[in-house]
């Protein structure tokens, strides 16, 4: 079936700093990808998306590119704020055979940056 | 502010007890999704109605149930409570029957604590 495979957490970075946030998947057919991100104590919201192989999505300064050859969509952010801390889930969409659709998420990257 | 609501915020209830948690999804969406988040299992798809039928299921006890009403607003239903029952429930909602591309949008959650 799909799944998702996020880097390991928690990640821990200085205000200003560059952020990657490692994800790849496994997936029949042709999926979307998405970044949800979760504050504390709040739901899932998202953050950006791309519906095919090669586009790129962005969002507040965070980028990913869905690269169908390497099965990845990798979250980055040139320069991180502290109000960036919260927790970053990938996340796929497949429409194919039973799925309908229904996110399959990764683990979740917590994310922690500093003043 | 998702558009999703979410009622109770937070459910505390005994082992072998039966709740309900209810969803209204945002004005003009037709599909609910009901995710659950735990420690242990990260976030997971449970079930998925549109316009009133089931559409797919996921990782979903028999334990539990769901439907959705004319109106379209969701109830999940949770019976014989165990321990290990305790997470937070996400509703989502979309507008079509399931295309890969459609965001969900995400409720904030119940907090379901068995003891």
């Known amino acids: 079936g799909d799944s998702v495979t996020q880097m390991e957490g928690p990640v821990t970075l200085s205000e200003e700093a560059f952020l990657t946030i490692n994800c790849t998947y496994t997936a029949t057919g042709y999926p979307s990808l998405f970044w949800y991100v979760q504050y504390p104590g709040e739901g899932l919201q998202l953050l950006l998306k791309a519906t095919k192989a090669d586009d790129k999505g962005s969002n507040k300064g965070f980028e990913a590119t869905y690269r169908k050859e390497t099965t990845s969509f990798h979250l980055e952010k040139g320069s991180v704020q502290v109000s960036d801390s919260a927790v970053y889930f990938c996340a796929l969409s497949n429409a194919g055979g039973t799925s309908y659709g229904k996110l399959t998420f990764g683990q979740g990257t917590i994310l922690t940056v500093h003043p | 502010d998702s558009g999703v609501t979410q009622t109770p915020k937070h459910l505390i209830t005994a082992t072998g007890q039966r709740v309900t948690l209810r969803c209204s999804p945002r004005?003009?969406?037709?599909?609910v999704y009901w995710y659950q988040q735990s420690l242990d299992q990260g976030l997971q798809f449970l079930i998925q109605y549109y316009n009133g039928e089931e559409r797919a299921k996921g990782n979903i006890l028999e334990r539990f149930s769901a439907q959705q009403f004319p109106d379209l607003h969701s109830e999940l239903n949770l019976s014989s409570l165990e321990l290990g029952d305790s997470a937070l429930y996400f509703c989502?909602?979309?507008?079509?029957?399931?295309?890969?591309?459609?965001?969900?949008?995400f409720g904030p959650g119940t907090r379901l604590t068995v003891l």
């Open positions: 004005s003009g969406d037709l599909s």
């Open positions: 989502a909602s979309s507008v079509g029957p399931g295309q890969n591309y459609n965001e969900q949008f």
